[in-house]
């Protein structure tokens, strides 16, 4: 297994190989890249050869394909090649482009409802010959990944950040707060309840986001296990609850309506730390003027919305 033939191996190789082991058949790999099935055999063949190791098992007849453990351990590399390549392909595009062209942006929710229709709003008045494409997730997972891809040049996230090729500028802290009807006797209190009175409550929260499992890691940190009498990924779903008397609302202050009359929120306060507000991007990428200026709006707007008691940007 010299380098020197290890260096025959081209992208296309790679990719065959990732598409083989994606769809588990040669024709749907070939039906996928647009090429015919031999293509796709001489493809693998050409990469077993340069490798010098069986890359996928062929068990005949109707049942599908797998990589050997070899095949797999390739495959994780050809994964990251891929990654760059398109990567490279969307720096080059934004160097390209310039003051033109698209900035894509990944948000979660609440970000994508309170900060980004006003910061959108001015970096179109400022870039106008820029469009910008938006992609919501409630996986900061999923959205770090597309970055890494090159498939987003900027994404909305809670740090910290997961192991990987990224940077990032924090934005603003965002507090936790207890959603509840005007008349409640939580709303009269002079003082906010402790995380222990909290997990007394009947809870309504997110059912899977960052924001919660970083919430739910204070009360395990207590010894504390918090009733919760429904879950919605919807912040509206939660409002409605919310107003109805169906329970109490465990949100961050920036998924909270600040003109819903029909509820309020109480802050708890400096004992429960709040959650951190950042946006992220590829470290080795090219980051083109638009995006930095994207980013430079985005943290003058949300300083001002952390300083705003209702939390809204005008």
Request: aromatic letters at 6%.
């Amino acid at each position: 297994m010299e380098l020197d033939q290890w260096l025959g191996i081209e992208v296309r190789h790679l990719a065959a190989l990732q598409a083989v082991a994606e769809t588990g058949t040669f024709r749907a790999a070939a039906s996928r890249l647009g090429y015919t099935q031999s293509a796709i055999s001489q493809q693998i063949a050409t990469l077993e050869r340069l490798v010098g190791a069986k890359l996928i098992e062929r068990p005949g007849g109707p049942r599908a394909v797998f990589l050997t453990d070899t095949g797999r351990l390739v495959l994780r590399h050809a994964e990251a090649i891929i990654a760059r390549l398109q990567a490279a392909q969307a720096d080059v595009t934004a160097m390209v482009e310039g003051g033109a062209g698209s900035l894509r942006v990944g948000a979660f929710q609440s970000a994508g409802s309170r900060i980004l229709p006003e910061l959108v709003r001015r970096f179109r008045a400022d870039w106008p010959h820029v469009t910008v494409q938006l992609t919501e997730s409630a996986s900061d997972n999923e959205l770090l990944a597309c970055v890494e891809r090159g498939d987003l040049d900027l994404s909305f996230v809670m740090p910290p950040l997961p192991e990987g090729p990224f940077e990032m500028v924090e934005l603003m802290r965002d507090p936790w707060v207890l959603l509840v009807p005007p008349d409640s006797p939580v709303a009269a209190r002079r003082e906010p309840p402790s995380l222990r009175e909290v997990a007394e409550l009947p809870l309504i929260g997110a059912r899977l986001c960052r924001s919660r499992e970083q919430m739910h890691a204070q009360f395990r940190a207590r010894g504390l296990e918090p009733k919760y009498v429904f879950h919605s990924d919807e912040n509206n779903t939660v409002h409605g609850l919310v107003a109805a008397g169906a329970g109490i609302g465990l949100l961050p202050k920036l998924a909270v309506d600040p003109n819903d009359d029909r509820v309020l929120a109480v802050e708890l306060g400096p004992r429960v730390p709040p959650r951190v507000i950042a946006v992220a991007w590829h470290r080795d990428r090219y980051r083109s003027r638009a995006a930095e200026a994207f980013v430079e709006l985005a943290s003058e707007l949300c300083t001002r919305l952390e300083r705003s008691p209702r939390a809204a940007v005008a």
